[in-house]
Nanobody
């Protein structure tokens, strides 16, 4: 069993920046692709980004390309999402997820473990 705990969500002004973190335990972190999803009010869960277990070649969703950056530290069992130039439409609960996948999974059904989420609210 893998446990994931997100942190860093808060209220931020449009145009600002925020950093989310995900701490993993209970598994061999380097064996998992790590992704971020989000779900805004009244919307479906949306893929944000995934980083492979080899710590390179991240794949970003179109809505966040050029603004968000993912990184992982396998020694510390953490993954970070740096969010810049935030927009009100980025408002959502952000979820960290882990997949036993050697590639870049983009569908929620491909992920094996999920965190509880952290709320990000972007005000204008």
């Amino acid at each position: 069993q893998v446990q994931l705990v997100e942190s860093g969500g808060q209220l931020v002004q449009a145009g600002g920046s925020l950093r989310l973190s995900c701490a993993a335990s209970g598994g061999t972190f380097s064996r998992y692709a790590m992704g971020w999803f989000r779900q805004g009010p009244g919307k479906e869960r949306e893929f944000v980004v995934v980083i492979s277990r080899t710590d390179d070649r991240p794949y970003y969703g179109d809505a966040v390309k050029g603004r968000f950056t993912i990184s992982r530290d396998n020694a510390k069992n953490t993954v970070t999402l740096q969010m810049n130039s935030l927009k009100p439409e980025d408002t959502a609960v952000y979820y960290c997820a882990a997949a036993r996948n050697a590639g870049w999974p983009r569908r929620y059904s491909e992920y094996d473990y999920w965190g509880r989420g952290t709320q990000v609210t972007v005000s204008s």
